[in-house]
């Protein structure tokens, strides 16, 4: 098994910049396909991003085109989510969840491929 903690969240102004980290402990992070996914109230958890076990592949979807880029460092067990020019709808609870995977350079965008998830980090950007 792996666990997995993010941290990193916090209050922004609308146009502002966040990092957020997962420390991943257990076994180690490059078995792993790397996934944010986000939640706000009253609404399902959503697909953000996601990076490739090799790190050399990434997808994210549309609405963060631009603003969040995922990166990893398996030598530090430890995954990233750089979001810049947030906006008020970026407001959520953010996860990190990791999915097991034979492949070096696939992506997950599915939800239910993910085994193992953090407690979630609160993300609140004010306008």
């Known amino acids: 098994q792996v666990q997995l903690v993010e941290s990193g969240g916090g209050l922004v102004q609308a146009g502002g910049s966040l990092r957020l980290s997962c420390a ?3 076994r180690t992070l490059s078995m792993y ?3 944010w996914f986000r939640q706000a109230p009253g609404k399902e958890r959503e697909f953000v991003t996601g990076i490739s076990r090799s790190g050399d592949r990434t997808d994210r979807a549309d609405f963060v085109k631009g603003r969040f880029s995922i990166s990893r460092d398996n030598a530090k067990n430890t995954v990233y989510l ?3 020019s947030l906006k008020p709808e970026d407001t959520a609870v953010y996860y990190c969840a990791a999915a097991s995977s034979p492949f070096l350079t696939v992506v997950d965008t599915t939800r239910s491929r993910y085994t193992y998830w953090g407690q ?3 993300v609140t950007v004010s306008s």
């Open 24 to 26: 991943a402990s257990g």
């Open 33 to 35: 396909v790397m996934g």
């Open 82 to 84: 750089q979001m810049n």
């Open 120 to 122: 979630g980090t609160q």
